[in-house]
């Protein structure tokens, strides 16, 4: 590569790193309509999965002997091993060199990551081989996915283009630069995570009032607010997922050492699902909860042990609500202030400062010698 290609690249770099401070991140999620693709897209499309999985496999095969960046981003075929152990060499039809260089750019990122825990003196294990492969990861727009409508879209390794829901999200947003994507296998069907980046100036203005509201979590009653109401969201498991369950839990065990059975792996698909479908419903509530609390001026919570409390006996009271989700997303707001996890928020009292390190878990209702008697959680 000659020296004026390097620095136009990096002339470029730098520009696309300066435009980047006046523009906001956000990632949008898009559905493939599986119903409308032909009988060539859903081969070529499944056979992209399948040949990442060679892929990243065939990379960390590489890793064992030699450095990442010897591996031939180029090749055309890859070693593929079978059940008896034998490898047998396999032709990369679908899959391009653009989704085999940003796969091992993926693989460097992990490795990192894990180098970065290890001198934090965290226990870390290495990279393994992938029984399934279920993201591509798309690296170039225009080059490796395009957009050709506010319906259809097109993606290197695909004949032709292909419907897609809920690319109005974004596409016609003018203040909007797409960059990468992945493609994504999901149990309730394909998706495309767009990554889009949108100038901060031209983003819609949130109305917000000049209320403060905290938030107390807990596993009996999920969210209590301070302006005294509470909402409870505990999703279980439902008879239909548990009757999967033990379903799969016997085949499993008569199927131990053998090559599963069909029947076994659509009640696999199936589970699966069911589990897909109950993610869908959390980050759904999730999602309007927060949605609620950007109006306020600023929201204040506590940082809570929700691990400490998946492992002290309240596993299923954290597992079946979504205190973890809005943890997390209330976390990346701008107006949330997060108290550190040691804070005395329930010993202390609001009115006159006495701090109450007496009281316990069991106590629910609050008292304190100048007057205040009320629940805890509030």
């Avoid at 825990?117 to 996915?145: A, D, E, I, M, W």
């Avoid at 390794?157 to 109005?168: K, P, T």
């Avoid at 905290?214 to 409870?232: A, M, N, V, Y």
Wanted: net charge positive; charged share 30%; hydrophobic share 30%.
């Amino acid at each position: 590569m000659s020296k004026e290609k390097n620095a136009q690249i990096k002339a470029t770099l730098l520009a696309t790193k300066e435009r980047r401070k006046t523009q906001k991140c956000f990632v949008f999620s898009t559905k493939i309509d599986y119903r409308k693709l032909n009988k060539l897209q859903k081969e070529q499309l499944q056979m992209l999965f399948v040949e990442g999985k060679w892929v990243y496999n065939d990379i960390i095969n590489h890793l064992q002997d030699n450095e990442l960046r010897s591996w031939n981003d180029k090749k055309k075929s890859v070693m593929v091993k079978q059940k008896d152990g034998s490898f047998v060499e396999k032709p990369l039809l679908y899959l391009r060199a653009s989704h085999m260089q940003a796969m091992r750019d993926e693989v460097r990122y992990s490795l990192s990551s894990l180098s970065e825990k290890r001198k934090k003196g965290y226990k870390v294990g290495k990279l393994r081989f992938k029984s399934s492969c279920n993201s591509v990861p798309l690296r170039q727009f225009g080059n490796t996915h395009r957009i050709k409508s506010l319906r259809k879209v097109g993606i290197t390794g695909i004949s032709g283009n292909f419907r897609v829901h809920g690319l109005e999200q974004f596409a016609d947003n003018p203040n909007a630069e797409i960059a990468n994507a992945k493609l994504l296998k999901k149990p309730d069907g394909y998706y495309i995570h767009w990554t889009v980046y949108i100038l901060k100036d031209k983003l819609p203005v949130i109305q917000r009032s000049d209320e403060v509201i905290g938030i107390d979590f807990g596993c009996g009653t999920s969210f209590t607010f301070s302006d005294g109401h509470k909402e409870d969201f505990k999703l279980k498991e439902p008879e239909c997922l548990k009757k999967l369950q033990k379903s799969l839990a016997r085949k499993r065990k008569t199927e131990t050492g053998k090559k599963h059975s069909n029947q076994y792996k659509s009640v696999q698909k199936k589970l699966e699902r069911a589990y897909q479908h109950l993610t869908n419903i959390k980050n759904d509530k999730a999602n309007k909860l927060c949605h609620k609390l950007q109006a306020y001026k600023q929201v204040v919570i506590q940082d809570e042990n929700l691990r400490g409390w998946h492992k002290g006996g309240h596993g299923k009271a954290v597992q079946h609500s979504i205190l973890g989700r809005v943890k997390a997303r209330l976390k990346a707001m701008d107006n949330v202030h997060v108290l550190s996890r040691f804070a005395p928020t329930t010993k202390l009292c609001f009115h006159c400062g006495e701090v109450h390190n007496e009281i316990k878990v069991w106590d629910r209702v609050f008292h304190c010698d100048c007057g205040v008697c009320m629940d805890r959680d509030i």
